[in-house]
C-alpha cells in the first residue's frame, strides 16, 4: 500500500536505504523520470512527480531529479542540488502556475541573475534556501540579511528545526 511509504527518491534508493536499515524497501517507492517526461506517484493523499531537471556541469556524469509533491493543495519542489540553469526547466514539468514552496540550494541566491532566474521558472511564493554553509561565515550573513530585504519570499533556516510559513499558499 502505498499510503504506507516512507520514501520516495530516485532508482536504487531503495537498496541503498535497506542496507543501512534492513526492512525499509519494503516502505520505499523508487520514482525517476522517463527520459524528460515525469514520472508521478499517488501515496494515500499525496500526488509525488519525479522531474528530470538536470543536475549541471560535473566532473562525470550524475543522474538527478528533482521532486514535485502536491499535498493538500499545496505544491512543493524539491530541486535537489542541481546546479544547472533554471531557463532550462521550462517543458519538464513545472506548474504553469507557479508553486507554493521551493526547496533550492543556496548557491543560486549568490548569482542574481540565475536567482532572478529560479524565481521567474518556479513562481515560488516561498522559497527556502538549503544546503547552507556549516560553518558560520560573516560574508554569509551578510548576503543573507541583504537577500531577506531584497526577496520577502525567500527563508535561509539557520537553525535546524526551524519552521517556514508558507505565504500566500493556496
Given at each position: 500500500?502505498?499510503?504506507e511509504a516512507l520514501?520516495?527518491?530516485?532508482?536504487?534508493?531503495?537498496?541503498?536505504?535497506?542496507s543501512v536499515s534492513p526492512g525499509l524497501r519494503t516502505r520505499t517507492r523508487e520514482l525517476a523520470p522517463t527520459g524528460t517526461r515525469p514520472a508521478t506517484l499517488e501515496i494515500g493523499w499525496a500526488r509525488v512527480q519525479a522531474l528530470a531537471i538536470p543536475h549541471g556541469h560535473t566532473?562525470?556524469?550524475?543522474?538527478?531529479?528533482?521532486?514535485?509533491?502536491a499535498l493538500d493543495g499545496t505544491r512543493a519542489l524539491h530541486i535537489g542540488d542541481t546546479n544547472s540553469d533554471p531557463k532550462t526547466w521550462p517543458g519538464l514539468g513545472l506548474p504553469r502556475g507557479g508553486v507554493d514552496l521551493a526547496l533550492v540550494p543556496f548557491w543560486y541566491a549568490l548569482d542574481e541573475e540565475r536567482f532572478a532566474s529560479l524565481l521567474q521558472?518556479?513562481?515560488a511564493r516561498t522559497v527556502v534556501l538549503l544546503h547552507l554553509p556549516r560553518t558560520p561565515d560573516r560574508s554569509w550573513d551578510a548576503a543573507a540579511l541583504e537577500l531577506r530585504r531584497r526577496y520577502p519570499q525567500v527563508e535561509?533556516?539557520?537553525?535546524?528545526?526551524?519552521?517556514?510559513?508558507?505565504?500566500?499558499s493556496s
Open positions: 500500500d502505498d499510503a520514501a520516495v527518491g530516485p532508482l536504487g534508493m531503495a537498496a541503498r536505504l535497506d566532473v562525470r556524469p550524475v543522474e538527478h531529479v528533482a521532486y514535485l509533491i521558472v518556479t513562481r535561509i533556516p539557520t537553525r535546524f528545526g526551524t519552521r517556514v510559513s508558507l505565504r500566500g
